[in-house]
């Protein structure tokens, strides 16, 4: 067999992170009924907030302090399915890893995660951690809400109906016009298909009877559509912990990089260290007997969150000093000072 066999055709590609194989999470709120005929404004709406979070996630490094390869391929897992992570959570209410004694480590398939009366995992070989509201109301953060996403989806449609018809609704009448239910499904079909103001419709029609076109305002511009539909989009940020500076704009160039600072260092953070956790619980089930902060994170490519080498070193020189006034007063610290000049080396080779 040399190098060239594709015996297997599924294994040609490498993959460099999943794909998620649990098709109602892919959507999202996706999966709950929708209007007949309505447009998926909400998806939209939803999207630009979850972009900031798979964003925001895709600068979260975990690492290692020693050499091992169940920590290392815990790691290179989470750090390349961190999406999918951040998914899970959102639309299950918990995240879910399973693992092997081999070190691999995978998302449970479609229908193969078995609850309890209290809704709490029990597969074996499976590390889970739950949400608050998964642990209070046994719900996902997409079903609660649901509500907001329902409201973006009517003041959507909304707003595209009444700009279609500019707000008017019209009213045919004449003479022979019969009014029976038939005639009146059959005419709203061919003016639908021919006549409005598409590229390939009729802006007007002809009649060889007298016919008399009337209108009602229906008084759109009162309706505020617009207002309120920017509203609840920032009813959507403020759910998803997202600022709406960091969205909407709108605001002073120091107000966008306040809101980024508060989105990572609250919002990012607080889902780094659920994946955290998640990643010190898959080191404890494995074979190799490692402490928990064996795995750790960081915050890297953004600017104001990342920290240098002289921050990190100013706040070690503060730790030193400590240490040589403790070892001036008789306390061995010998140890701790090799093992921050250790960290101090390190540090410096990464940087």
């Given at each position: ?17 999943d ?29 630009m907030?979850?972009?900031q ?39 299950k ?14 998302f ?9 009366q ?6 074996m ?15 996902s ?9 329902d ?5 959507g449609?909304?707003?595209?109906e ?6 008017v609704?019209?009213i045919?009448?004449g ?9 009146k499904?059959?005419l ?10 598409g ?9 060889q ?5 009337d209108?009602?305002?229906m008084?759109?511009k009162?309706?505020?559509l617009r ?7 920032k ?9 709406v ?19 990572y260092e ?9 994946m955290?956790k ?20 960081r915050i ?19 730790y ?13 610290t ?10 101090l ?7």
């Amino acid at each position: 067999m040399g190098i060239f066999d594709r015996k297997n055709k599924r294994d040609n590609a490498v993959q460099v992170n999943d794909v998620n194989k649990n098709l109602p999470m892919v959507f999202g709120w996706n999966w709950f009924p929708r209007k007949k005929g309505y447009k998926p404004f909400a998806e939209a709406f939803v999207q630009m907030c979850l972009n900031q979070l798979y964003n925001g996630v895709s600068n979260l490094t975990f690492e290692t302090t020693r050499n091992s390869l169940f920590a290392n391929n815990i790691c290179a897992f989470i750090d390349s399915n961190s999406t999918l992570l951040v998914n899970m959570w959102l639309n299950k209410g918990f995240i879910c890893v399973m693992y092997n004694d081999k070190g691999e480590y995978r998302f449970p398939e479609q229908n193969e995660l078995r609850f309890d009366q209290f809704g709490r995992v029990l597969n074996m070989n499976a590390v889970v951690i739950y949400s608050p509201v998964y642990q209070t109301k046994r719900k996902s953060y997409m079903q609660i809400v649901k509500p907001v996403l329902d409201l973006i989806d009517n003041l959507g449609n909304t707003v595209s109906e009444s700009t279609n018809t500019m707000g008017v609704l019209p009213i045919i009448s004449g003479n022979s016009i019969p009014a029976n239910p038939k005639f009146k499904e059959e005419l709203a079909v061919a003016m639908t298909k021919e006549y409005g103001w598409g590229e390939d419709q009729l802006k007007y029609f002809l009649s060889q009877q007298e016919l008399k076109v009337d209108s009602i305002d229906m008084k759109v511009k009162d309706l505020e559509l617009r207002e309120n539909l920017e509203s609840a989009f920032k009813y959507l940020l403020d759910f998803f912990e997202v600022p709406v500076d960091l969205v909407l704009g709108n605001s002073t160039y120091a107000n966008v990089e306040s809101a980024r600072l508060y989105f990572y260092e609250s919002t990012i953070r607080k889902y780094a260290e659920v994946m955290l956790k998640v990643a010190r619980a898959l080191l404890t089930a494995s074979p190799e007997l490692l402490p928990q902060n064996t795995i750790t994170y960081r915050i890297s490519n953004v600017a104001g969150v990342d920290r240098s080498l002289s921050d990190k070193c100013s706040e070690r020189e503060s730790y030193i000093d400590l240490l040589i006034k403790l070892r001036d007063n008789g306390i061995d610290t010998d140890e701790e000072l090799a093992k921050v000049y250790s960290d101090l080396q390190r540090d410096y080779i990464e940087s």
